[in-house]
């Protein structure tokens, strides 16, 4: 046991680790009794081990308790399934506030944890094995915003210490025997619940082959372009099903199987309600770091009360036909993988945005079902419309607002207020202004001429004084 204990402190020397002391005294009483929900049963704190499963000694222990008693760590295994788990404590009791499986290698081989002084989370493999690659290893999080962030991760290669220092948007490799580092930029899923051990890039190859960041998005003035996206940072380990279009009615691609994962950034345009009245939201992600995809997602998955643009007053809904044969993508700013087959010239789309200088965003209806796309701007031959007409601009906004507020449909208008604007010397477009009046509130809206573009300014509200 003692010559087991030394090998442990050895190689976490090595490491650059510090062990705290830790008995292999039960964990107390009250911690264990935060897992009493059946979803627990069967399971207990075990003592920390070799990757043979060997137990390490009295150098560590697979539970921790910070000074103030307030934040505890723990691993629960049974079986060969093992969980790590954060606690915290409040009213008296512990509580589990988070736990993760993915986090942990499975099997016989527990880790000892820690909580530091600064209250940082310590994990750490030790190997008896000094030349297996990769195995000893040690993660370390940090609590920032509300979350629990991997700070660092750090692993013995049979030669040397690899230190990994790890931010939202790059991964910085240090070699200890040589001080080199290597950086790789990208988004990093950091998130304590959002970490696979097993899938984590250790080396900065793997990183190039697995990080990705947000394109740029394509620069373009006017009230025909796709409003700039939002990031948002949906809950970890979730999936949800991408369409081409807001509704189920659109095609999904990938062959019908289009999914997005949480554990990536996500961008949000906005969001366009549907004729069922449910939400959608226009979304762009990760596929892979070859491939990205922009496609719509059902509303009530977005996050908390996040905000997102209205799109259905900024399409265009302007029909026109393909002058050349071209293939609707869904990714045209980085793979411009198909979407669907090629269109043939002839084939009637609506135009609904621009996109950049380069792309239209438009609808098509496909063999497989209606989609949503994007196309070469030179494959669109767009004649020079006519400025619309008070009357058509006028259906234009009150469509939008039927849209955006289905009331809006049953309402008893008193009176319209219409304005006309000439093109200013800022170059933004002629516009006609209604004004619904509906009792005591009024409901306002722009369209823009000859583009039809239409403009909400205001949710119902009721005049002010004055």
Known sequence: ??????????????????????????????L?????????????????????????????????????????????????????????????RWRLSLSSSSLLRQGSWI???FIREDNALEIIYGTRQATDMGRASRMVFVRQSGAWLLESYEYWNGSDTISISVSGNRLVFTQYATGRKTTVTGVVARRLEQIYLSSFPTTAAQARRK????????????AL?????????????????????????????????????????????GREQHADGRFWVMVQYAVSNTQMRIGWIQ??????????????????????????????????????TALTG??????????????GTQWYYVEVETAEGPARGFIPQRSLALSGAAELDE??????????????????????????????????AFGAAPKWQFIYHVGSRFYAVEVYAPSGAVMLLSSPATPGNG
């Not at 009150?398 to 219409?418: C, G, H, M, R, W």
């Open 211 to 222: 990080l990705t960041s947000p394109p740029d998005i394509p620069e373009f003035t006017g």
């Open 391 to 424: 009357a058509a601009c006028r259906q234009r906004g009150e469509n939008a607002l039927k849209a955006a507020y289905p009331d809006f449909a049953e309402a008893q208008i008193t009176s319209v207020e219409t304005r006309y604007f000439e093109e200013d």
């Open 299 to 336: 509303e009530d998955q977005l996050p908390g009360r996040q905000e997102a643009f209205w799109l259905n007053t900024r399409w265009l809904y302007q029909s026109a036909v393909l002058s050349t044969a071209v293939v609707l993508t869904d990714d045209p700013l980085h793979s411009r």
């Open 1 to 30: 046991m003692k010559l087991q204990r030394r090998i442990l402190l050895a190689l976490c020397a090595v490491l650059g680790l510090l062990l705290m002391p830790a008995a292999l005294a039960d964990a107390p009483a009250e």
């Open 225 to 269: 372009r796709i409003p700039d996206p939002l990031d948002v940072q949906f809950p970890a380990n979730r999936q949800y099903a991408v369409y081409a279009g807001p509704g189920v009615e659109y095609i999904r691609g990938a062959g019908g199987r289009a999914l997005m994962s949480s554990n990536d950034w996500v961008q949000v345009f």
């Open 111 to 113: 880790p000892s944890v």
């Open 32 to 92: 264990t009794e935060a897992f009493t929900a059946a979803r627990w049963n069967g399971y207990a704190i075990p003592e920390p081990s070799w990757e043979d499963g060997s137990p390490i000694g009295d150098s560590g222990a697979a539970w921790a308790v910070n000074a103030d008693g307030s934040l505890a760590v723990c691993v629960m295994k049974s079986g060969s399934r093992n969980v790590f788990c954060v606690l915290n404590r409040s009213g008296g």
């Open 342 to 355: 090629q269109l043939p010239a002839g084939t009637a789309v609506t135009l609904l945005a621009r996109f």
